[in-house]
């Protein structure tokens, strides 16, 4: 029994734009991620090329061994590139330019004409389709209506709460990862994550895959990349050894 890690490595780019470099390289990141366990390589490219950019996307396209997933708003400019590069797996979010990060989940409810083009459109180019959305049943029910083959359940309230909020919290995300299993769902959870507050999440027995990303790249600048990467997948370890008590 095991749980997917895949890291996101938005923020070795986020470094290099920081001066116009050509280093870090996000390429080399990947490299060392999948070497150090990572089953899978997370990128969001935004409208305005915060971090990643176009040609990041190809190149990792064209390197990693292992699966890329490629986050990205629900506009026809971002379905078009993932049509050229193919990625293995799109995870549709909201996106804000004037956020810092990916506040919140996608409303599938009230976007879903839009995003069943963009599914559609996913799914004759041959790649897995994912919803990053909030631990709601009515949007875990459009995305099944949606043909979605996967949702990732937004851990960020969880993991800015403490003591009874989270608990709480945790709570509603036990219940939509069993009702999105049931729905034929497969469920991933993501935002936020730490070693220390992802236990929890994997002991969900229905979560077969976490995206992590600020924590890795943060707890790297005091252990290096692939140790943070190992770090993080025995926290997984821990989650799933709860499973079994």
């Known amino acids: 029994m095991t749980i997917r890690l ?7 780019a986020t470094v290099r734009n920081a001066r116009g470099t050509r280093y870090p390289d996000p390429i080399h990141a990947a490299y060392v991620c999948e070497d150090a366990g990572a089953d899978g390589i997370t990128a969001h490219l935004r409208e305005d090329r915060r971090h990643m950019v176009d040609r990041d996307i190809e190149r990792l396209r064209e390197s ?3 699966l890329l997933n490629l986050e990205m708003a629900g506009t026809d ?15 549709l ?18 976007q879903r004409k ?4 963009v599914a559609e459109r ?10 990053f959305i909030a631990p709601e049943e009515a949007q875990l029910v459009a995305c099944r209506d949606l043909g979605a083959e996967q949702v990732e359940l937004h851990t960020g309230e969880y993991c800015n709460l403490s003591g009874n909020g989270q608990l709480e919290e945790l709570e509603r ?4 990862a069993r009702v999105g299993h049931e729905l034929g769902l497969s469920i991933a959870a993501g935002h ?7 236990p929890a999440i994997a002991a969900i027995a229905e979560i077969e895959e976490v995206n992590i990303g600020h924590a890795i790249i943060a707890d790297s600048l005091f252990m290096g990349l692939g140790s943070a990467v190992r770090a993080m997948r025995e926290a997984l370890n821990r989650g799933l050894a709860l499973r079994e008590k």
Request: aromatic residues 2%.
């Open 6 to 12: 895949h890291v996101n490595i938005d923020h070795i």
């Open 64 to 66: 990693i061994t292992t």
């Open 77 to 91: 400019e971002m379905i078009g590139i993932a049509e050229r590069i193919r990625p293995d797996c799109i995870t």
């Open 93 to 110: 979010v909201p996106e804000r330019r004037e956020e810092r990060t990916t506040e919140g989940g996608l409303d599938v409810v009230g």
């Open 114 to 117: 839009q995003m069943e083009k």
């Open 122 to 131: 996913a799914r004759k180019a041959g790649i897995r389709v994912s919803f």
């Open 173 to 176: 995300l036990r219940h939509a």
């Open 192 to 198: 936020g994550l730490t070693r220390f507050n992802l």
